[in-house]
């Protein structure tokens, strides 16, 4: 995309599913991005440049999503000034718990808004992404209360629904 403003970052092709979540957002609302795959461990040299260049090149937020060890979003926090959001991810049989411990026990002057485990945090990553490039866009303020009015529209529609299953369950 061009002159994207949110770069997703995850440690494996394994973990794009999930991280498109995040994705799906920034498209919705018309936020560019970049997506990429970069490891603290198997090419942290690559990790590093990306997470250096990444204010030059414009970004103004990076979501990292990793799982195990999960030190991406760490990795990459120590390496640039602008805000990181950690997405862990169930890849392991520990169920994505190791990779939440590894994201949100940050040490003290490194830290990484982290995100719960899985689809639903790669999607709140996205989430928060907009609400912190919000706070200089008007535009996107608005977009976001729209979004909220929608959600509690779905809401009420869904307990219409549930009420309507009851009344037709009680006539049974």
């Known amino acids: 995309m061009k002159n994207p403003l949110v770069g997703i970052v995850m440690g494996s092709s394994s973990d794009l599913?999930?991280?498109?979540?995040?994705?799906?957002?920034?498209?919705?609302?018309?936020?560019?991005?970049?997506m990429t795959v970069a490891s603290a461990h198997r090419?942290?040299?690559?990790t590093r440049e990306y997470a250096r260049s990444?204010?030059?090149r414009g970004l103004n937020i990076i979501?990292?999503?990793a799982g195990g060890a999960a030190h991406l979003a760490g990795f990459i926090?120590?390496?640039t000034v602008i805000p990181v959001i950690g997405v862990p991810i169930e890849s392991t049989p520990l169920r994505g718990m190791d990779a939440l411990l590894a994201t949100v026990q940050m040490p003290s002057g490194v830290p990484v808004a982290t995100m719960a485990v899985g689809r639903s945090?790669?999607?709140?990553?996205?989430i928060l992404a907009m609400q912190i490039l919000s706070l200089h866009r008007p535009d996107l303020t608005e977009k976001l209360l729209e979004y909220k009015?929608?959600?509690a529209h779905q809401v009420e529609e869904m307990g219409t629904e549930v009420a309507k299953h009851r009344?037709?369950?009680d006539k049974v």
């Not at 945090?121 to 996205?126: D, E, L, P, T, V």
């Open 17 to 34: 599913s999930i991280m498109e979540e995040a994705a799906a957002i920034l498209r919705h609302f018309d936020i560019p991005y970049e």
């Open 43 to 46: 090419s942290p040299e690559k």
């Open 54 to 56: 990444a204010q030059r």
């Open 63 to 65: 979501i990292a999503g």
């Open 77 to 79: 926090a120590s390496e």
């Open 121 to 126: 945090g790669a999607k709140n990553a996205g």
């Open 149 to 151: 009015e929608e959600m």
């Open 167 to 169: 009344e037709t369950s």
